[in-house]
C-alpha cells in the first residue's frame, strides 16, 4: 500500500506546487482599456503626457493598477476611418473596455447622420463581439447647423447605444465648451487647463462598468 501511496503524492505535490507557480502569474496579467477616439482625446495642441488620456492612466495606477490604458486616437479621425482601424487594434490589444469618443468631425463636415450612427453601432458591436465592454462618449457640434441636423447627430448617440448595448457617458466638454479660458482659440479643443474636468466628467461612467 505504501509503495502505492508514494508515486500518488508525489505526483500531487508536484501539481499542486505547478499551480502555485501559475496562479500569481495569470493574476498578474492585466488588462487592457482601449480609448478609440479623436483629437479630443489625442490631446490636439498639448502634449500627449497633458491628456485627459495620460490623465485617466495616472489615475487607473492608483484604484486599478491590473488595467493598462491604450490611447489609439486620431486627430482628425472620423466614423468611417475608425471603422477602418478598429478591428486590427481589437485583435492586438483585446481589450476588456473599448471608449468610443467618435463622430464630432463626421459632424462637423457635415456627413449624414445616418452612416454616423451605422459606424458607430458597428463598432460597439465589433467591440462587444471582441469581448470588450463599450463606453460611447457623446458629442455636441455647434447649434450654426441647424437645429434638424443638431437635434439627428444628439440623438445618434442614445440610439447606437440601445441598439447596441454600450454605455453612454454625459457630454464631456460639459462645463468646457462655453468657458472661452477653457477652449483653444480654435473654439473646439479644449486647454490643457480642461483636461482634468474632461476626466471628471468621463470617469464616473466608466467606473461604473470597470
Known sequence: ????????????????????LVLPATAAQPRTL???????????????EQGWVALLSERLEASHPDYTVVNASISGE?????????????????????VLELGGNDALRGYPT????????????LSR???AKVLLLPMEIPPN???RYTRAFRESFPLVAKATGAHTAPFMLEGIATRDELMQDDGIHPTA???QQLLDNVLPSLLEIL
Open 34 to 48: 482601449l480609448v478609440f477616439g479623436d483629437s479630443i482625446s489625442a490631446a490636439y495642441g498639448m502634449s500627449s
Open 129 to 131: 463581439e471582441a469581448g
Open 78 to 98: 472620423t466614423t468611417a476611418g475608425g471603422l477602418r482601424r478598429l478591428p486590427d487594434l481589437l485583435q492586438r490589444y483585446e481589450p476588456e473596455v473599448v
Open 193 to 195: 487647463a480642461a483636461q
Open 114 to 125: 445616418r452612416l454616423i450612427r451605422e459606424n458607430l453601432a458597428t463598432m460597439s458591436r
Open 145 to 147: 447647423y441647424g437645429a
Open 1 to 20: 500500500m505504501q509503495q502505492f501511496l508514494f508515486p500518488v503524492l508525489r505526483t500531487a505535490l508536484a501539481i499542486g506546487f505547478s499551480w502555485l
